[in-house]
Nanobody, 124 residues
Framework: QVQLVESGGGLVQAGDSLRLSCAVS????????MGWFRQAPGKEREFVAA????????NIADSVKGRFTISRDNAKNTVYLQMNSLRPEDTAVYYC?????????????????WGQGTQVTVSS
């Protein structure tokens, strides 16, 4: 069974940075496209970023482009989301996700595997 466990969320002020981590176990991490989604209260889940299994291709949502960076360490079975210049509108529960298919992650936004989420709160 594939398990994804996020960490690194918290309460920060506008302009601060956070790095989220997602540790994956129970599967072949190096074969998965990994991604991050977020859901704010009262809003639909939103795609944030994705990275291909090899790390060679990335896709970043326009709403966070230039501020957020996704990366992965296949030796550690971990994917990261570096979030800089945080804004109050970035406040949400952030979910890590994984799938063998890049299109499923980025286009269909219905990856097979999900973490439990980590709360990020940005105060103004």
């Amino acid at each position: 069974q594939v398990q994804l466990v996020e960490s690194g969320g918290g309460l920060v002020q506008a302009g601060d940075s956070l790095r989220l981590s997602c540790a994956v176990s129970g599967g072949t991490f190096s074969s998965y496209t990994m991604g991050w989604f977020r859901q704010a209260p009262g809003k639909e889940r939103e795609f944030v970023a994705a990275i291909m299994s090899s790390g060679g291709g990335r896709n970043i949502a326009d709403s966070v482009k230039g501020r957020f960076t996704i990366s992965r360490d296949n030796a550690k079975n971990t994917v990261y989301l570096q979030m800089n210049s945080l804004r109050p509108e970035d406040t949400a529960v952030y979910y890590c996700a994984g799938d063998r298919n890049y299109r499923v992650m980025v286009v269909n936004t219905t990856p097979a595997y999900w973490g439990q989420g980590t709360q990020v709160t940005v105060s103004s």
